[in-house]
């Protein structure tokens, strides 16, 4: 396979792609970022009218997509490649999973996608199983939202859309992904540009201060507020969830912290490759004595341990580690809840926050950063680990 990310898409109307030329798409094409290829379902009919429907066995409204173009159109796709490599064929449809943030970032990580742009009723069902049973093809059906539109085609517009500007190198400014609506289950805070004051409208003060920490903690209030305005379904597993209990950890949790640290670890480790890591290794004995050396908190609910984090202070430092959620319940702002929950337990005396992140979590990465925390200056502490810190506002008390 060729290292840009392949895509090939299928429809009737190849017309109604075009805007895949346009704008940070169409760069990434011409730059070799991505490959994308637009096939017409037409050019794999045979007869004198090109068909590519039927009525629907068992009778009703509409028309069906016929198999055969289909599967001739994938067997093209196939062909197109000749190391062994296959395509995860994405079949847009209002009756599939909806197709959120996770997925896109997801997707971006496939080296090939295809999509199969239905119209009518639909595409004849059999399709899908030639592709997963004869094919060999993973196949997902993808909706775009709870409504109908016409084709896939705007699906898979959108889709690519959000899909190709997480692919490295077609996006300049990797920073802007970090911060936007739904990365980690919130949406994003205002933005503004200049002039600070427009039609008497002035931009909020707090982002003139150059007081990055403030800025952060603002914009994590912005978030939380407008999420809970308009998007209030997002809230309940969130930072705002009432039902989480945050408390001190007990010699009575350890043996479940002792399991939650292994299952949050491991996967974390081997991104890294390093499975030789205190988390992984450490006896239960090591875990219950740290609580008498360091403050660790766990967080419950509904009885379910599903988080915790703790902290040690070093000086004016407070140094915070094992930031743990359980694997199902990330990416819902539970950590970021967890952390606020560490540094605003600090003692007063404390001047700032540090934190040692692995190189192979970039979730994690993402989530400090929104925090407000940024790379420590000098050799890591650890090799292969990222040092970083966060200065202490008074709002943090
Ligand atoms: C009119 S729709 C067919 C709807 C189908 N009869 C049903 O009720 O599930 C025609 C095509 O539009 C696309 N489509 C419609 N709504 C969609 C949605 N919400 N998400 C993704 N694709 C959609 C699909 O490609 C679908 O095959």
């Given at each position: 396979?060729?290292?840009?990310?392949?895509?090939?898409?299928?429809?009737i109307?190849?017309?109604?792609?075009?805007?895949?030329?346009?704008?940070?798409?169409?760069?990434?094409?011409?730059?070799?970022?991505?490959?994308?290829?637009?096939?017409?379902?037409?050019?794999?009919?045979?007869?004198?009218?090109r068909?590519?429907?039927?009525?629907?066995?068992?009778?009703?409204?509409?028309?069906?997509?016929?198999?055969?173009?289909?599967?001739?159109?994938?067997?093209?796709?196939?062909?197109?490649?000749?190391?062994?490599?296959?395509?995860h064929?994405?079949?847009?449809?209002?009756?599939?999973?909806?197709?959120?943030?996770?997925?896109?970032?997801?997707?971006?990580?496939?080296?090939?996608?295809?999509?199969?742009?239905?119209?009518?009723?639909?595409?004849?069902?059999?399709?899908?199983?030639?592709?997963?049973?004869?094919?060999?093809?993973?196949?997902?059906?993808?909706?775009?939202?709870?409504?109908?539109?016409?084709?896939?085609?705007?699906?898979?517009?959108?889709?690519?859309?959000?899909?190709?500007?997480?692919?490295?190198?077609?996006?300049?400014?990797?920073?802007?992904?970090?911060?936007?609506?739904?990365?980690?289950?919130?949406?994003?805070?205002?933005?503004?540009?200049?002039?600070?004051?427009?039609?008497?409208?002035?931009?909020?003060?707090?982002?003139?201060?150059?007081?990055?920490?403030?800025?952060?903690?603002?914009?994590?209030?912005?978030?939380?507020?407008?999420?809970?305005?308009?998007?209030?379904?997002?809230?309940?597993?969130?930072?705002?969830?009432?039902?989480?209990?945050?408390?001190?950890?007990?010699p009575?949790?350890?043996?479940?912290?002792?399991?939650?640290?292994?299952?949050?670890?491991?996967?974390?480790?081997?991104?890294?490759?390093i499975?030789?890591?205190?988390?992984?290794?450490?006896?239960?004995?090591?875990?219950?004595?740290?609580?008498?050396?360091?403050?660790?908190?766990?967080?419950?609910?509904?009885?379910?341990?599903?988080?915790s984090?703790?902290?040690?202070?070093?000086?004016?430092?407070?140094?915070?580690?094992?930031?743990?959620?359980?694997?199902?319940?990330?990416?819902?702002?539970?950590?970021?809840?967890?952390?606020?929950?560490?540094?605003?337990?600090?003692?007063?005396?404390?001047?700032?926050?540090?934190?040692?992140?692995?190189?192979?979590?970039?979730?994690?990465?993402?989530l400090?950063?929104?925090?407000?925390?940024?790379?420590?200056?000098?050799?890591?502490?650890?090799?292969?680990?990222?040092d970083?810190?966060?200065?202490?506002?008074?709002?943090?008390?």
């Amino acid at each position: 396979m060729p290292e840009a990310q392949r895509i090939d898409i299928v429809s009737i109307f190849p017309d109604y792609l075009a805007p895949l030329d346009l704008s940070l798409i169409g760069k990434a094409r011409a730059d070799g970022v991505l490959e994308l290829h637009v096939h017409d379902l037409r050019d794999f009919t045979h007869d004198r009218h090109r068909t590519v429907d039927d009525t629907p066995y068992g009778g009703g409204a509409g028309m069906v997509m016929r198999p055969q173009p289909w599967a001739e159109s994938l067997d093209y796709i196939l062909a197109q490649d000749d190391s062994g490599a296959k395509p995860h064929l994405i079949v847009p449809g209002p009756g599939g999973a909806r197709f959120t943030q996770a997925m896109a970032r997801e997707l971006a990580r496939q080296p090939w996608l295809a999509f199969a742009c239905g119209r009518y009723e639909g595409i004849d069902e059999r399709v899908q199983d030639h592709a997963r049973d004869d094919l060999g093809l993973e196949v997902s059906v993808i909706s775009l939202g709870d409504y109908v539109v016409s084709g896939g085609e705007v699906a898979a517009l959108a889709m690519v859309e959000a899909i190709a500007r997480l692919i490295p190198g077609v996006i300049g400014n990797v920073e802007s992904l970090l911060e936007e609506s739904h990365e980690d289950g919130l949406l994003e805070y205002p933005v503004y540009t200049k002039p600070r004051v427009w039609n008497g409208r002035a931009v909020p003060e707090v982002l003139l201060s150059g007081n990055h920490a403030a800025i952060a903690a603002w914009r994590q209030e912005q978030r939380l507020a407008r999420t809970a305005a308009r998007r209030p379904d997002l809230l309940p597993a969130s930072h705002g969830d009432q039902q989480i209990e945050i408390r001190l950890a007990t010699p009575g949790d350890v043996p479940e912290l002792f399991t939650l640290t292994r299952a949050c670890w491991v996967r974390e480790a081997d991104a890294g490759g390093i499975l030789d890591i205190p988390a992984i290794t450490e006896p239960i004995e090591t875990l219950l004595a740290s609580l008498d050396t360091t403050r660790t908190w766990v967080a419950r609910k509904a009885g379910r341990l599903i988080g915790s984090v703790r902290a040690e202070r070093g000086g004016d430092t407070w140094h915070i580690s094992r930031l743990m959620i359980a694997p199902d319940l990330r990416g819902r702002g539970l950590g970021r809840h967890l952390l606020e929950h560490a540094e605003r337990s600090a003692p007063s005396c404390i001047r700032q926050f540090a934190l040692v992140a692995g190189g192979g979590s970039e979730a994690n990465l993402r989530l400090f950063k929104r925090a407000g925390y940024r790379r420590g200056l000098g050799e890591p502490s650890v090799p292969g680990l990222i040092d970083l810190i966060k200065r202490r506002r008074s709002g943090d008390q």
